[in-house]
């Protein structure tokens, strides 16, 4: 019996978990529109009730350790390749386009985060590693950045640990608030709410489950095209920003810290570019041959269910994989510097998103 089949065997229970999950979501989410609200569109989103019941699940049985082998699959790789899959709605105009007013945005909330990061430490007393942590996890990747980060900057597993849990709380809280709110707040505008979905919500999956939720509750497919855009450039900042942190923190010393480039470039970001190649080859190639159009037209919309199945998937995973008890025995000093940073960087996104609004609408 081969490796691969029973790598295959070992993550199959997890994965067939988080799929039964999002089954039963996109059920609920039914019951909840037909036969309770007697609505085309239940008030509680497909994703939204995924994360739930996965945090229910999560915390009221203990996954079993095989469970989780596929559950960590799930939320590291049918993430990536939902996320890729959510390329097939995009034109390569709309991306440059949205790429191009997402950047400036992007650097001026990564500054405001160390900025401010600086100035917490010295009022709340945590570990220099760990703000730097805090820091790059609120304003880059989250999880990802995160642990990218630690071993340059030599940090240790409790300072990683918590820098996680950080991240986990206030994006879990964002991305289930921020959809509603940028919808109120920006008065449907689609591409302001994209942005601040896409600059103010941590992690990749959260963003991409924040656009989810708001796409499926106000019908905007742009909101989420452009958080997701949004969030891809972030995660490129990656290259940037691990060096940087490497300097600043072994500056005036020898330190053997190595990092690779390679490793931290996030490559799925690259998938996600080649399928908006593919859908506009494709959309030249059979607008020519209009009699092979309709299989062409059913292809795309069956990779953007499948875009949908699978971030729903990595949500439900996520949520399992969150144990609140874990939570509360962090203390609450670096929660503090993490609640602050990321209710800065909402604000920073919405002010600037604001500001420079009459330029882009």
């Known amino acids: 019996m081969s490796s691969k089949f029973l790598y295959l065997k070992k993550i199959f229970p997890g994965v067939a978990l988080a799929l039964i999950f999002y089954l039963f979501s996109q059920g609920i989410n039914n019951v909840l529109a037909i036969e309770i609200f007697g609505t085309p569109k239940s008030p509680i989103s497909t994703v939204l009730i995924a994360i739930i019941l996965g945090i229910i699940m999560g915390n009221a049985f203990t996954p079993r350790p095989g469970m989780m082998l596929g559950l960590d699959f799930t939320q590291q790789y049918i993430l990536k390749l939902g996320i ?16 191009s007013i997402a950047i400036p945005l992007i650097i001026v909330c990564i500054l405001a985060v160390l900025i401010l990061i600086k100035l917490l430490i010295k009022k709340v007393p945590i570990s220099s590693k760990m703000s730097y942590l805090i820091a790059i996890g609120t304003s880059v990747c989250g999880a990802t950045a995160i642990v990218a ?8 597993k409790t300072e990683i640990a918590y820098a996680i849990a ?23 505008n689609e591409l302001k709410a994209g942005l601040f979905l896409g600059t103010a919500i941590h992690e990749t999956s959260q963003v991409a489950a924040a656009g989810l939720i708001y796409d499926q509750q106000f019908n905007s ?6 958080a997701t855009v949004t969030k891809l450039i972030r995660n490129t900042f990656l290259v940037i920003m691990i060096p940087l942190f490497a300097f600043l923190y072994n500056r ?20 996600f570019i080649g399928m908006i190649i593919i859908r506009n080859l494709g959309d030249q190639i059979f607008s020519i041959e209009s009699e092979n159009q309709i299989y062409w037209i ?5 990779i953007k269910i499948l875009a949908t199945t699978f971030l729903t998937m990595a949500m439900a995973a996520v949520g399992i994989s969150i144990n609140l008890g874990e939570l509360r025995l962090m203390g609450y000093k670096p929660f503090i510097v993490g609640l602050i940073a990321a209710v800065t960087v909402g604000f920073i996104s919405l002010i600037y998103i604001q500001t420079i609004s009459k330029f882009f609408t």
């Open 252 to 271: 005036g010393e020898m330190r053997g810290n190595s990092y690779s480039i390679l490793d931290i470039f996030p490559y799925f970001v690259l998938g």
């Open 149 to 156: 980060t630690a071993p340059v900057i030599n940090a240790k």
């Open 84 to 99: 890729i899959c959510l390329g097939i709605r995009l034109s390569f105009d709309e991306f440059i386009k949205f790429g």
């Open 166 to 188: 950080n991240i986990t709380l206030f994006g879990v809280i964002a991305m289930i608030v921020y959809p509603y709110f940028a919808e109120w707040f920006f008065n449907e």
């Open 221 to 226: 497919p742009e909101t989420l095209n452009v």
């Open 298 to 302: 059913n292809l795309i919309e069956i």
